[in-house]
């Protein structure tokens, strides 16, 4: 079993940045060794893919996030992150980290409201 928690989100201003968290644990030897996902989901909408961080290092983003969020990992620390700046009303939605190893993992998610 692999627990995941995610945190960091909140309220923020239109062009604000957060940085989200996921803290995993559990039946995981090491961060590195997986690829791993930071998802959304807005109000109605389905869940889709933001940022991937592939076990060699490599990411990928989506293109409404493409130059404006970061993903990262810390091995020693069992956490990822997602830096995300210059955030729009349309970011607002709830996120959600997730792995896979003998199954797919998911957190709890941690909601992201932009809005003046």
């Known amino acids: 079993q692999v627990q995941l928690v995610e945190s960091g989100g909140g309220l923020v201003q239109p062009g604000g940045s957060l940085r989200l968290s996921c803290h995993a644990s559990?039946?995981?030897?090491?961060?590195?060794?997986?690829?791993w996902d930071w998802y959304r989901q807005a109000d109605g909408n389905q869940r889709e893919l933001v940022a991937v961080?592939?076990?060699?290092?490599?990411?990928r983003y989506a293109d409404s996030v493409k130059g404006r969020f970061t993903i990262s990992r810390d091995n020693p620390k069992n956490t990822v992150y997602l830096q995300m700046n210059s955030l729009k009303p349309e970011d607002t939605a709830v996120y959600y980290c997730?792995?896979?190893?003998?199954?797919?993992?998911w957190g709890q998610g941690t909601q992201v409201t932009v809005s003046s």
């Open positions: 997730s792995v896979v190893t003998n199954k797919q993992y």
């Open positions: 559990g039946s995981i030897s090491s961060i590195n060794a997986r690829d």
């Open positions: 961080i592939f076990r060699d290092g490599s990411t």
